[in-house]
């Protein structure tokens, strides 16, 4: 079979998919950092984005997921006690693969390269049941296809196994969530990765300019950047087990920071030198070493990490279309480059050297973009204040975050560079409004159900089988029925207690579905619907506990994430 990727725009020109827009941020990063790269090399004809994504993703049997209307209607489990075991021994991320999973990948990889989807990897992750896959990287459009393509592929392949393949970046509580992390990068048609140190003065010169570049332009976007990867799935992740924080910073690790640091805080024509052997030597420093290609942060936790010669967008959710971030990322790129051009031509104008220029300019850059730099661990209350303090993006309500795409310099920055117009990101805008409002409301709408006709008659039933029995019990003299008792009084306020907070979350959505703008919509589900699911979640967890297993109405954790 022949995929044919197809673009789809409307009659008055407007683009209606993401393929449109992604050919547009590359078409846009090419014309920036070639004539950028022209400052080094006048051979540079063109510069090509590239991605290689990293697929995470669940497996459960299909015969549970059957059972967990849950599962089969939202993509997660709205309810379920943690496991006893989970991931806290690490023992599935470094066991081996279970043999039925094996043969799962080998026919998914057969499938693959049948389309052309050059996958290469292949392991368990740290959550049981989840594991991942990643192919070689591509040009990112190509790129983008082929991780399209695949999720598709995977719910074909998973069914004929007997699996369900879960792509929702949260489906079980309390473990590791599954994202795809982008590691993006730019190289030219002279076979030069721009983001990868030199031998050469020249060829180092040319890569800190385009880190410093991508530093710069991360920071100027943070939040523009968050509300590319936001969902109301990723939002689960994001900041939990493992997955980096809403905040959107960069880790550059202690030998990038050091270079950049020196070079910042160098004065006059104290310049940055460059040697030969790929090494850094500057005034104050008498060496750095190569730059190590493993030279990430160990605890995993920065959303935005170079990592030796590309950075890595962690952030992105296991369900996303990559093309959403890459825009993102490559547009804010070729905005970038094109100040920084500006900014270099103006003092070589001005009778400045164009090494001389191009030292100054970065130099201020540097300082101006140091607060998104964060090495640290982005789990902590402190990263959190210190972020705010900062000037960095902090919401956390999935709605406001969307508004990062109507900002003023938004808009500014894609209609410059010609990748979406303002009508364009205006409806983008208002759909993920409507999309994260029908999936609040899709959840809230399951977690009643569950509650009020499983949950309540099951857990009223088991209490029953109690009271019968402390009943039988005061007939015999000399019996004590005072834990039975005090466990009837548990379910007792476990039940009433989801009774009366599914009542409230069903009004206030009644509330919430009179609102007719799609931003109050949206933000009155988040503030005032989904409030309550974790609060009727605890509930029933908690009866999950008491009541008897046999009864139980839906299968447990302990069952749904170790495979037989």
Same mark, same amino acid.
Request: contains cysteine.
């Given at each position: 079979?022949? %995929?044919?990727?197809?673009?789809?725009?409307?009659?008055?020109?407007?683009?209606?998919?993401?393929?449109?827009?992604?050919?547009?941020?590359?078409?846009?990063?090419?014309?920036?950092?070639?004539?950028?790269?022209?400052?080094?090399?006048?051979?540079?004809?063109?510069?090509?984005?590239?991605?290689?994504?990293?697929?995470? +993703? @669940?497996?459960?049997?299909?015969?549970?997921?059957?059972?967990?209307?849950?599962?089969?209607?939202?993509?997660?489990?709205?309810?379920?006690?943690?496991?006893?075991? /989970?991931?806290?021994?690490?023992?599935?991320?470094?066991?081996?693969?279970?043999?039925?999973?094996?043969? @799962?990948?080998?026919?998914?990889?057969?499938?693959?390269?049948?389309?052309?989807?050059?996958?290469?990897?292949?392991?368990?992750?740290?959550?049981?049941?989840?594991?991942?896959?990643?192919?070689? %990287?591509?040009?990112?459009?190509?790129?983008? #296809?082929?991780?399209?393509?695949?999720?598709?592929?995977?719910?074909?392949?998973?069914?004929?196994?007997?699996?369900?393949?879960?792509?929702?970046?949260?489906?079980?509580?309390?473990?590791?969530?599954?994202?795809?992390?982008? /590691?993006? $990068? !730019?190289?030219?048609?002279?076979?030069?990765?721009?983001?990868?140190?030199?031998?050469?003065?020249?060829?180092?010169?040319?890569?800190?300019? @385009?880190?410093?570049?991508?530093?710069?332009?991360?920071?100027?976007?943070?939040?523009?950047?968050?509300?590319?990867?936001?969902?109301?799935?990723?939002?689960?992740?994001?900041?939990?087990?493992?997955?980096?924080?809403?905040?959107?910073?960069?880790?550059?690790?202690?030998?990038? $920071?050091?270079?950049?640091?020196?070079?910042?805080?160098?004065?006059?024509?104290?310049?940055?030198?460059?040697?030969?052997?790929? *090494?850094?030597?500057?005034?104050?420093?008498?060496?750095?070493?190569?730059?190590?290609?493993?030279?990430?942060?160990?605890?995993?936790?920065?959303?935005?990490?170079?990592?030796?010669?590309?950075?890595?967008?962690?952030?992105?959710?296991?369900?996303?279309?990559?093309?959403?971030? &890459?825009?993102?990322?490559?547009?804010?790129?070729? +905005?970038?480059?094109?100040?920084?051009?500006?900014?270099?031509?103006?003092?070589?104008?001005?009778? &400045?050297?164009?090494?001389?220029?191009? +030292?100054?300019?970065?130099?201020? &850059?540097?300082?101006?973009?140091?607060?998104?730099?964060?090495?640290?661990?982005? %789990?902590? #209350?402190?990263?959190?204040?210190?972020?705010?303090?900062?000037?960095?993006?902090?919401?956390?309500?999935?709605?406001?975050?969307?508004?990062?795409?109507?900002?003023?310099?938004?808009?500014?920055? @894609?209609?410059?560079?010609?990748?979406?117009?303002? *009508?364009?990101?205006?409806?983008?805008?208002?759909?993920?409004?409507?999309?994260?409002?029908?999936?609040?409301?899709?959840?809230?709408?399951?977690?009643?159900?569950?509650?009020?006709?499983?949950?309540?008659?099951?857990?009223?039933? +088991?209490?029953? !089988?109690?009271?019968?029995?402390?009943?039988? &019990?005061?007939?015999?003299?000399?019996?004590?029925?005072?834990?039975?008792?005090?466990?009837?009084?548990?379910?007792?306020?476990?039940?009433?207690?989801?009774?009366?907070?599914?009542?409230?979350?069903?009004?206030?959505?009644?509330?919430? /579905?009179?609102?007719?703008?799609?931003?109050?919509?949206?933000?009155?589900?988040?503030?005032?619907?989904?409030?309550?699911?974790?609060?009727?979640?605890?509930?029933?967890?908690?009866?999950?506990?008491?009541?008897?297993?046999?009864?139980?109405?839906?299968?447990?954790?302990?069952?749904?994430?170790?495979?037989?």
């Amino acid at each position: 079979t022949l %995929y044919i990727p197809t673009v789809f725009i409307a009659y008055t020109g407007e683009a209606l998919d993401y393929k449109v827009p992604l050919l547009r941020s590359i078409t846009a990063v090419n014309k920036a950092a070639t004539e950028v790269c022209r400052y080094f090399d006048k051979n540079v004809q063109r510069v090509v984005s590239y991605l290689g994504w990293e697929q995470e +993703y @669940f497996l459960v049997d299909e015969s549970l997921w059957a059972v967990r209307p849950d599962l089969m209607l939202t993509g997660r489990t709205l309810m379920g006690h943690e496991s006893a075991k /989970n991931q806290q021994l690490e023992d599935h991320y470094f066991g081996a693969i279970p043999t039925r999973v094996m043969a @799962f990948m080998k026919d998914l990889e057969y499938e693959c390269l049948k389309l052309g989807i050059p996958v290469k990897t292949r392991h368990n992750e740290v959550a049981p049941n989840q594991f991942e896959l990643a192919p070689v %990287y591509e040009e990112a459009n190509l790129a983008n #296809d082929h991780n399209q393509l695949l999720m598709t592929v995977m719910d074909k392949i998973a069914r004929r196994h007997r699996f369900r393949v879960l792509l929702h970046e949260k489906p079980f509580k309390g473990i590791n969530g599954s994202g795809k992390h982008n /590691n993006w $990068s !730019l190289g030219t048609d002279t076979g030069v990765n721009l983001f990868g140190p030199g031998k050469t003065a020249s060829e180092n010169l040319q890569f800190i300019a @385009f880190l410093v570049n991508a530093i710069s332009a991360v920071y100027k976007f943070n939040g523009l950047l968050k509300a590319s990867i936001m969902s109301a799935t990723n939002a689960h992740r994001l900041g939990a087990n493992e997955a980096p924080p809403a905040i959107i910073s960069t880790f550059l690790g202690t030998q990038v $920071s050091a270079v950049l640091d020196k070079l910042a805080a160098s004065k006059g024509d104290d310049a940055i030198r460059f040697d030969a052997k790929n *090494v850094f030597k500057m005034s104050g420093i008498s060496h750095i070493p190569t730059l190590l290609l493993d030279n990430t942060d160990r605890n995993r936790t920065s959303p935005f990490a170079f990592t030796g010669n590309r950075f890595e967008f962690r952030a992105v959710g296991s369900s996303d279309n990559c093309a959403e971030a &890459m825009i993102v990322l490559n547009t804010a790129m070729a +905005y970038e480059l094109t100040e920084f051009r500006k900014k270099v031509d103006a003092k070589i104008e001005a009778g &400045m050297k164009k090494e001389k220029a191009i +030292y100054e300019v970065l130099k201020q &850059m540097i300082k101006a973009c140091k607060a998104v730099r964060f090495d640290g661990n982005g %789990y902590s #209350d402190e990263w959190k204040a210190e972020a705010k303090k900062r000037g960095l993006d902090c919401e956390t309500s999935t709605p406001l975050i969307f508004e990062r795409y109507l900002d003023k310099a938004t808009l500014e920055m @894609f209609g410059l560079m010609g990748v979406f117009t303002d *009508v364009e990101l205006e409806a983008r805008t208002e759909v993920k409004w409507e999309t994260y409002t029908k999936k609040i409301q899709i959840e809230g709408r399951v977690l009643g159900d569950l509650a009020m006709n499983h949950i309540v008659p099951i857990a009223s039933k +088991y209490e029953a !089988l109690l009271l019968d029995k402390v009943y039988k &019990m005061s007939q015999i003299p000399g019996l004590n029925a005072s834990a039975d008792i005090a466990l009837i009084k548990k379910i007792q306020y476990h039940t009433a207690e989801i009774q009366r907070l599914t009542g409230e979350m069903i009004d206030a959505r009644k509330k919430a /579905n009179k609102i007719e703008q799609m931003r109050e919509k949206a933000i009155a589900y988040h503030d005032t619907v989904s409030v309550f699911f974790d609060e009727i979640r605890r509930h029933i967890d908690k009866l999950e506990e008491i009541v008897d297993d046999q009864m139980w109405p839906l299968p447990k954790y302990r069952e749904l994430l170790f495979l037989r």
